[in-house]
């Protein structure tokens, strides 16, 4: 783990970054957040999805981040047709990442790793995916599950100020979890973001942040990481674990007055007690939720929390309650993204819409509604977000067998078995079942057989 003396020497390297000149001078006139705006409107032009905000755009241009990861690498080529890497300021990755192609061959060896970031966020995700989900979904090895998160206790300072490196450290440790699970589902990653939240609040509890801004930096890392570990334990089946979790981000946001962070909260807590049959509670979160989105300026977000609402109401069973609910999460969503929408919102698109929307008609009863939205869902969805993907094609495998097609319903069900040798999540284990029990009585309808076999097996394996 990192000690308090590395911990000073990477906020020295920190402030010896070399700005990037020739990427403030493409941004022009336009502000960070406008910018930012631009660059995720690119990236949705060409099929990729970016989380980029005024933040990312700012540690770029002080030089923080000297390589972008494959992602925005195509989106920045995108946005400036003609031009190289080297022409937007930044450094080849094979010097970023210490290859032998950089400081060896100088003949100095490799680079150290970060002590903070042994897999930096903003470095080439593809590659470290498959290394990172052989770790997870083989071994489980808690050293290298541990790393890529990147904040031990000993980040913790001693005797001195709570500054950037810190704060960066923690909201990296969000981003990185965020990423894994779009990946690989949340079972094999709970046990293991324990520490990097148990190391985020340590920081809050040192109360040594040297600026009100550190400070309040600190206070929304630390509870979105609360979030994002709770969503873990959501995701697993530990309900009230996420639950814990969920209240300690509420309040930690209440404290440090972030409606941003309440939002957040309030939104996964009506998730979790929609998901825990607690649904006059998920409507009652989620509109606490829509009082505080109403301080951040977010269609975006009205309309996810309308949308949490929705799902409340149709577990009730009241159906133009739920109808009014969707309404407005549609008239909300058609105003389109914003500079103020919430950086871990990048996943709520036209595919996660229509599959809340499944999820709502399914609860109501309405299979053949349900189905159609799902599928919809999955035919929009991008196929790098696998955690995503298989969720969608379980809830279209399920909707299918209550709506009477059983081959297609164990055609859906076949590829998310197929998914699961890169997905671990309790929730898509529960949806497989579920539908396995539905079709039970159709065996010998067309692929129903072998669905139900190699369910079996799965649970068995599980």
Not at 91 to 111: K, M, N, S, Y
Not at 223 to 240: K, Q, T, Y
């Amino acid at each position: 783990m990192a000690s308090s003396s590395q911990a000073s020497e990477q906020a020295r390297q920190a402030s010896r970054a070399v700005p990037n000149l020739a990427f403030r001078r493409l941004r022009g006139q336009r502000s960070p957040g406008e910018f930012a705006a631009a660059v995720r409107k690119a990236a949705r032009e060409i099929g990729e999805q970016v989380s980029c905000d005024a933040r990312y755009v700012g540690r770029v241009e002080a030089g923080e981040i000297r390589c972008p990861n494959y992602a925005y690498e195509r989106v920045f080529l995108h946005m400036f047709p003609g031009r190289t890497l080297a022409d937007l300021g930044f450094t080849a990755r094979e010097r970023v990442r210490g290859g032998r192609g950089g400081r060896a061959a100088q003949g100095r060896g490799p680079e150290p790793a970060h002590p903070y970031r042994p897999f930096d966020i903003h470095s080439d995700i593809n590659e470290e995916s498959d290394v990172l989900r052989r770790a997870f979904m083989t071994s489980g090895t808690t050293t290298v599950a541990a790393a890529s998160l990147g904040l031990g206790p000993g980040l913790v300072p001693s005797g001195r100020r709570v500054g950037e490196a810190e704060v960066n450290a923690v909201e990296e440790a969000v981003r990185r979890i965020r990423l894994l699970d779009d990946r690989h589902g949340a079972d094999g990653l709970y046990q293991q973001a324990a520490q990097p939240l148990r190391t985020a609040y340590a920081l809050l509890d040192a109360g040594t942040a040297a600026r009100r801004s550190t400070a309040d930096r600190l206070h929304s890392g630390a509870g979105e990481l609360a979030i994002s570990v709770g969503w873990l334990a959501h995701d697993s089946g530990r309900f009230e674990d996420a639950r814990s979790h969920y209240a300690e981000a509420l309040a930690t946001a209440r404290v440090a007055g972030d409606a941003a962070l309440e939002a957040h909260a309030f939104c996964n807590a009506s998730f979790l007690a929609r998901d825990a049959g607690r649904y006059r509670e998920a409507v009652r979160s989620a509109q606490a939720g829509q009082g505080a989105a109403r301080r951040v300026a977010s269609a975006r977000l009205l309309s996810l929390l309308s949308l949490r609402e929705a799902g409340g109401w149709a577990g009730l069973g009241d159906r133009g309650a739920c109808e009014k609910s969707l309404a407005r999460a549609h008239a909300y969503f058609d105003r389109g993204p914003a500079d103020t929408d919430p950086e871990w919102m990048s996943f709520f698109g036209e595919p996660e819409l229509e599959a809340l929307q499944a999820q709502c008609r399914s609860a109501l009863g309405e299979w053949s509604r349900a189905a159609r939205h799902a599928r919809r869902a999955v035919s929009l969805q991008d196929h790098r977000f696998t955690r995503n993907l298989a969720l969608y094609r379980a809830e279209l495998a399920l909707d299918l067998a209550h709506a009477g097609a059983p081959a297609e319903a164990a055609w859906a069900g076949q590829q998310v078995l197929d998914m699961l040798e890169e997905v671990r999540s309790t929730r898509i284990q529960s949806m497989l079942s579920e539908t396995a029990r539905g079709l039970g009585k159709q065996r010998g309808a067309e692929g129903v057989d072998a669905f139900l076999d190699r369910v079996g097996d799965s649970v068995r394996r599980a």
